[in-house]
């Protein structure tokens, strides 16, 4: 299996809802990733787990949660989110943690906020 | 941080002719220059990459070419097709440990057949 596997596809999400979108890889990845898309603009990096460890965080609000349960599973909890993080949102996985191996992407979760 | 430049936002080009596009980046440390094409509504797709232990890279009619000195990387797509169309992306990473990419503002290149 060499795809990086995203749910749901699209989110709608009023803004006092709880939600989490999910990724998954099973390349035997050590690191995966989640970045944020807007319209028209580049991915930005939210987060970095190295071995199921959170190493970077690029000070996103709380209100973005991530969870690493596994090697192969990568989860982001929603919460209280605001109009303005409707966005694409991209999971990512490289088989090492050293910054020099590619970068495979998921198909992206489309996130509306309400 | 990492900050990538990228030029040009737009790039329309006849068919067959080639096509170029010029990234720098700010840190010295960086040492994985990739480059991604992404269709409207689709994922970001790596097409070619290169450390920096290269200066060039080929894979069929795309190449890129790195300039440490001058921190800067370019792309070149040659004999272009419609299938071309796209937005690219490049990227760099903050070198050494686990890091994510930071991208450049990406070009939208039309092949105009």
């Known amino acids: 299996d060499t795809e990086v596997t995203q749910t749901p596809k699209h989110l709608v999400m009023g803004m006092t809802n709880k939600k989490s979108l999910k990724c998954e890889q099973h390349m035997g990845h050590r690191a995966m990733y989640w970045y944020k898309q807007k319209a028209k603009k580049p991915p930005e990096l939210m987060f970095v787990?190295?071995?199921?460890?959170?190493?970077i965080n690029e000070s996103v609000p709380s209100r973005f949660s991530p969870e690493c349960p596994n090697s192969s599973l990568l989860n982001l909890h929603l919460h209280a989110l605001q109009p303005e993080d409707s966005a694409l949102y991209l999971c990512a996985s490289s088989l090492r943690d050293r910054g020099l191996d590619e970068q495979y992407f998921g198909p992206g979760t489309r996130l509306t906020v309400t | 941080g990492e900050n990538v430049e990228q030029h040009p936002s737009t790039l329309s080009v006849q068919e067959g002719d080639s096509a170029v596009i010029k990234c720098t980046y700010s840190d010295s440390a960086s040492n994985y220059f990739p480059w991604y094409k992404q269709e409207l509504g689709k994922r970001p797709q790596l097409i070619i990459d290169?450390?920096?232990?290269?200066g060039e890279k080929k894979d069929q009619r795309i190449a890129v070419t790195l300039n440490k000195t001058a921190k800067h990387f370019s792309l070149h797509i040659t004999e272009t097709q419609p299938e071309d169309s796209a937005v690219y992306f490049c990227a760099a990473n903050s070198g050494g440990g686990a890091d994510g990419l930071t991208f450049g503002k990406g070009t939208h290149l039309i092949i105009q057949p």
């Open positions: 787990y190295s071995y199921e460890k959170l190493s």
């Open positions: 290169i450390r920096s232990n290269v």
